[in-house]
T-cell receptor
Framework: SQQGEEDPQALSIQEGENATMNCSYKTSINNLQWYRQNSGRGLVHLIL?????REKHSGRLRVTLDTSKKSSSLLITASRAADTASYFCATRDRGSTLGRLYFGRGTQLTVWP | GAVVSQHPSRVICKSGTSVKIECRSLDFQATTMFWYRQFPKQSLMLMATSNEGSKATYEQGVEKDKFLINHASLTLSTLTVTSAHPEDSSFYICSASGTAVFEAFFGQGTRLTVV
């Protein structure tokens, strides 16, 4: 079953704009990960943030984590048409390093050229 | 990142036949593999977790006799959909984790169509 929810479910922006997606979860976590999925393809791992981290950067991606609010955000700066995809957050329960991931419903991002 | 290869990417089969999907970790030893099912515009639903050398753990509501999972080696897990029905048509994705790999890496997915 799902653990978290992404918000918004769909986001449509112009190239060059920033895209912000939010994720909320329910239990105490070991880490939170963001994945990207192009239509009909597998998931690509984007970034992992551990429960003791508050912010992490990778290229044009910025992820924040607020464990007190059980929420995370993914910011994509200077978006490109190629960023069009579904983005999922996934959590792994505290005490579990190799255990199952719980996925949210995803945010469908469309970036118009 | 680590590479997980899933094969085939697409398969069409007739009702009543069985289909095998392979998931291979190419550059690391996958002690745990997960099999997911995804319906259009939906999230991933975990079907089962398999650890190398032991029986898979199935999620509630997933028929173990219909979805046979084998994880005989540290680099290969297979999902066999037995006696396939049109309602089994879906997108199936595997992921793999190893002792040295904290992220879960995903295969490319298999689009199964049962006609």
């Amino acid at each position: 079953s799902q653990q978290g929810e992404e918000d918004p479910q769909a986001l449509s922006i112009q190239e060059g704009e920033n895209a912000t997606m939010n994720c909320s979860y329910k239990t105490s976590i070991n880490n939170l990960q963001w994945y990207r999925q192009n239509s009909g393809r597998g998931l690509v791992h984007l970034i992992l943030i551990r429960s003791n981290e508050r912010e992490k950067h990778s290229g044009r991606l910025r992820v924040t984590l607020d464990t007190s609010k059980k929420s995370s955000s993914l910011l994509i700066t200077a978006s490109r048409a190629a960023d069009t995809a579904s983005y999922f957050c996934a959590t792994r329960d505290r005490g579990s390093t190799l255990g199952r991931l719980y996925f949210g419903r995803g945010t469908q991002l469309t970036v118009w050229p | 990142g680590a590479v997980v290869s899933q094969h085939p990417s697409r398969v069409i089969c007739k009702s009543g036949t069985s289909v095998k999907i392979e998931c291979r970790s190419l550059d690391f030893q996958a002690t745990t593999m997960f099999w997911y099912r995804q319906f259009p515009k939906q999230s991933l639903m975990l079907m089962a977790t398999s650890n190398e050398g032991s029986k898979a753990t199935y999620e509630q509501g997933v028929e173990k006799d219909k979805f046979l999972i084998n994880h005989a080696s540290l680099t290969l897990s297979t999902l066999t959909v037995t006696s396939a029905h049109p309602e089994d048509s879906s997108f199936y994705i595997c992921s793999a984790s190893g002792t040295a790999v904290f992220e879960a890496f995903f295969g490319q997915g298999t689009r199964l169509t049962v006609v």
